[in-house]
């Protein structure tokens, strides 16, 4: 029982691994983008309370002049990843675009978290915010191999 617990919690902390591959892939070929932000990202989480850390990476796509949807694909300990999606308002200001959002990620994911940061064509910085961590998020462009 304890081995089948185990696998429906790997199986759970996994889901939506095969979609955001082929999400990834596909916005790859993607070209045109008329949005500075909108696009694929590629970095690392820090935890600045326990020190963690692991790959990040995200796709944005636009719904609107300031509405925007980010998917994040995180590793942690090396051997997990989570996939979820956070909803950021974002105002652009001289090609800096400046954002807030926030997702409830339940009990086992530590809650709801909050985001804030900034991001031009290149970068992408933000501070992540719940009552369980806090940290950052850092991110660029992938290369084209990426």
């Known amino acids: 029982m304890r081995g089948l617990f185990c696998l429906v919690v790997l199986l759970s902390l996994c889901a939506g691994c095969g979609t955001f591959e082929r999400e990834w892939s596909r916005v790859s070929r993607q070209t045109g983008w008329t949005n500075e932000i909108a696009g694929r990202w590629t970095g690392e989480w820090r935890s600045e309370k326990n020190k963690h850390h692991g790959k990040l990476r995200c796709i944005i796509t636009p719904h609107s002049d300031e509405a925007y949807m980010a998917r994040f694909h995180a590793n942690f300990w090396k051997i997990f ?19 807030t959002g926030s997702a409830n ?42």
Not at 81 to 99: C, D, I, Q, R, S
Not at 125 to 141: C, L, P, V
């Open 105 to 146: 990620l339940g009990g086992f994911g530590g809650g709801t978290y909050t985001y804030e940061g900034n991001a031009d064509a290149t970068h992408f910085h933000s501070t992540y915010n719940s009552e369980s961590d806090h940290g950052i998020f850092e991110m660029k462009r992938p290369g084209p191999k990426e």
């Open 81 to 99: 990843t989570a996939n979820y999606m956070v909803p950021l308002h974002a105002t652009n200001v001289n090609g800096e675009y400046k954002f």
